[in-house]
C-alpha cells in the first residue's frame, strides 16, 4: 500500500480525546490531526516525537491532516489502523502470504455471526469459505517482541468468539496480527493488558481458529507485507 500522497514531517504535541492529535509541523505550522487509532498507543504517543501525516485536498473533511506514522524506538510505526485490510488485501492480492493463496475471490465488510462485519471473506470453489479477521499490532514494550492487544478489547473477544463459531460451522477462521513495524521478529499476546482476549484466544484457537502473524515494512512512501512469523 503506498501513501496516495507525500506525507509531511513534524512532531507531537500531544494526542486527546482519542482521534485527535495537536502537532507542529516542520515548516513551523501548528496543525490538528485525525488519529485513526480507537487503542491506547502505548509507548506511541509521547510529545515531542517525530510524526508524519498526511494532507487531504477534500474541502468534505472536518481535518484536512491524518497522522499515519511515528518514530518509536528507532523504528517507523503505522498507526492508522483504517488502512490495515488494505494493507493485508493487496498482499492477499498479490500472493505474498502463503496461507491465503488461492482463493478466487475477496469480499469485504462481509455480514456474519451476531450483527458483526467479517473483515473479509476468501471464497474459492471446493474449499470452505475463509473468514479473516485483522488486527492491527502496533505495542512493543521489549526488544523485538511486538503485543497485542495495547488496551482492553472486548470488540477482540467478540471477534474471536464469532470466528471460532465459523469453525464450528465447517468454514476456515483466521485471526491474522498485521504488525506495523520492523523492530520485531518475535509476536506474544499481552496478556497482562487484557487477560479475558488472552483467554479468548486460547479457546479460538483450541477449536481451530488459525492465528497468523504477518510483518509489514513501514516507509514514509508505504506500507508492505513483507514476511510471515
Given at each position: ?203 479460538a484457537r483450541a477449536v481451530g481458529v488459525e ?19
Amino acid at each position: 500500500m503506498r501513501f496516495p500522497v507525500p506525507l509531511t514531517s513534524g512532531r507531537l504535541v500531544r494526542r486527546y480525546k482519542r482521534f485527535l492529535a495537536d502537532c507542529l509541523l516542520d515548516s513551523g505550522e501548528a496543525v490538528i490531526a485525525h488519529v485513526a487509532n480507537s487503542g491506547s498507543m502505548l509507548g506511541l504517543a509521547t510529545p515531542g516525537s517525530r510524526v508524519y501525516l498526511a494532507r487531504s485536498s477534500d474541502p468534505k473533511r472536518k481535518l484536512a491532516w491524518s497522522w499515519q506514522l511515528v518514530e518509536a524506538g528507532g523504528a517507523l510505526v503505522g498507526i492508522d489502523t483504517g488502512l490495515s485490510n488494505r494493507i493485508v488485501a493487496e498482499a492477499i492480492a498479490e500472493g505474498r502470504i502463503p496461507e491465503l493463496v488461492g482463493y478466487e475471490t475477496l469480499r469485504r465488510e462481509v455480514p456474519y455471526g451476531a450483527r458483526s462485519r467479517v473483515d473479509m471473506l476468501l471464497e474459492g470453489e471446493g474449499r470452505p469459505h475463509c473468514y479473516v479477521e485483522v488486527k492491527s499490532v502496533t505495542l512493543s514494550r521489549r526488544l523485538g517482541v511486538a503485543e497485542f492487544p495495547d488496551a482492553v478489547t472486548a470488540r477482540g473477544a467478540k471477534h474471536l468468539a464469532e470466528l471460532a463459531a465459523m469453525v464450528e460451522m465447517g468454514a476456515r477462521a483466521v485471526l491474522l496480527y498485521l504488525v506495523q513495524r520492523g523492530d520485531c521478529d518475535r509476536f506474544e499476546l499481552a496478556a497482562d493488558i487484557d487477560p479475558t482476549y488472552a483467554a479468548a484466544a486460547q479457546a479460538a484457537r483450541a477449536v481451530g481458529v488459525e492465528m497468523l502473524v504477518v510483518r509489514a515494512e513501514v516507509t514514509t512512501a508505504g506500507i508492505e507485507i513483507r514476511s510471515v512469523f
